[in-house]
């Protein structure tokens, strides 16, 4: 892939500041960025935009809103306030979409589901208004009790249908969905559904559940294959490199973005 | 749960010897006992088969079979081999089925799911005529990579239903089943085919992908909702606990077993 049509999320330089991803990103030839909100909390979003704005970088998303299953009515006021903010700085930050980590679920699977549906359908009016497209994450089954409950693309799928609205959609990210043995066939189901396309690669042996991944090419995820059938499928966006690594967060950022291009060159 | 309705499983109390395994189980109450082929290996399986027969015990499962995906037709017949070397020993205990852990791909998914598929029925005339059913194990996706490409129920049920013989079915283990949206339904759909049921628990963290596994009630499974389904889909055997855990092996076996029969009793 060219650099152009590519994302640097700002997880996979973790302890970069917003300034700093913006010019290790352009720097190195990306078409745009990605920020975590822990990067977004002492910015001036507006100054921050137009900093953007002069360096042509496109903000393909924002990380996270979501974790709609909660204790509690009180909870889940809280967290509905949170996501709103989430959905603020995403509009002034023009991002793509808001990627939503659903929340996890300890014991009741089943109930956290219907919390998730509910949740998303009480934030897309907000949403709507600002402008901002809300992107269901699938994740790994492996952190359905930590992270998410909606734990494959059909699933999410089904709930982009249940929802149905052209403001909720999908993000895409090889390293949960890798796996899936109906993984192609509900890609293009997703179709234009598809609002972002991250890449990780899977190394074993893993060595828990969240920051044992690869730079795309580091290991066994066919990179190009995937890639090739969400553009097919009709993803238009950029495709974003987030990389949650023990090993990479321990080199300096500027050699994290190199194996980053070095991989995401390669496909 | 009734500990008549229980099976001990030798990893469980990894490092315990056949006779070890069969007095553990006996002591406790168990009506059954499940072996991983290591505890067989310097066995006189005649005279094992008759101790089994004095004290009762039911042989639910031997693990394992599988490992179909292979690089080349000589690894795949010496694997062959080995397959047929375990419905040996299955047969020679009497047990209930042999469980296929159905192997890995480290790129290409969709040639080595073909690989299990004409695996599985180039083995089955051998099974049959020894009159040992073969369980296919659906394996957590976090496994893909390393032990097997069958990763959900509902693709282990499209392969039953493929295969179409009635000694090929299920084995279906908590662990790697229970954060699936569609496990419901899919525990109704395999019904009859259930052939092994096993239980572990999902603790987390998780600090890898194979042996952070807990007893049944140390983690956030729902074990008696899960063993409900699996009953009412028509499930008749007994319940292994097989439990991979660091933890638990780091204690005696005697400690182990009566930290399953505490899970299992309170289901």
Redesign the interface.
């Known amino acids: 892939m060219e650099l152009s049509e590519c994302s640097l999320n700002s997880i996979t330089v973790k302890g970069a500041s917003f300034d700093r991803v913006i010019q290790l990103a352009e720097t190195a030839g990306f078409g745009g960025v990605a920020f975590w909100r822990d990067v977004l909390d002492d910015v001036d979003l507006r100054a921050g935009a137009a900093m953007l704005q002069r360096t042509g970088l496109r903000v393909t998303s924002v990380c996270r809103g979501g974790m709609f299953p909660q204790p509690d009515k009180g909870a889940r006021r809280l967290r509905f306030d949170d996501n709103r903010a989430a959905v603020d700085q995403a509009h002034a930050l023009h991002a793509d979409c808001l990627v939503l980590v659903c929340g996890a ?5 089943g109930g956290a ?1 219907t919390q998730v549906r509910d949740g998303i359908a009480e934030l897309e009016p907000y949403a709507r208004q600002a402008g901002v497209r809300l992107a269901i994450e699938p994740f ?3 952190m ?3 992270r998410s ?4 693309l ?2 999410a799928n ?1 709930l982009v249908e249940a929802i149905g609205s052209d403001m909720v959609g999908i993000a895409i990210d090889s390293y949960h969905v ?5 993984l192609r066939s509900e890609i293009a189901r997703a179709g234009e559904s598809l609002f972002s396309l991250q890449l990780a690669d ?1 190394i ?6 969240l920051s044992s991944r690869g730079m795309p090419g580091e ?2 995820i ?1 990179m190009a294959g995937f890639v090739a059938e969400c553009r097919s499928a009709g993803y238009r966006g950029l495709v974003e490199v987030e990389v949650l690594s023990d090993h990479w967060w321990a080199q300096p950022a500027a050699a994290a973005v190199r194996a980053a291009v070095d991989g995401l060159t390669r496909i």
Chains 1, 2 share one sequence.
Request: aromatic share 14%.
């Open positions: 679920a300890y014991a009741d699977l589901r790994h089954p492996m359905a009790a930590t409950v909606i734990t494959s059909r699933e089904d890798w796996w899936d043995c109906y899977w074993t042996p893993i060595h828990g559940e290991g066994c066919d």
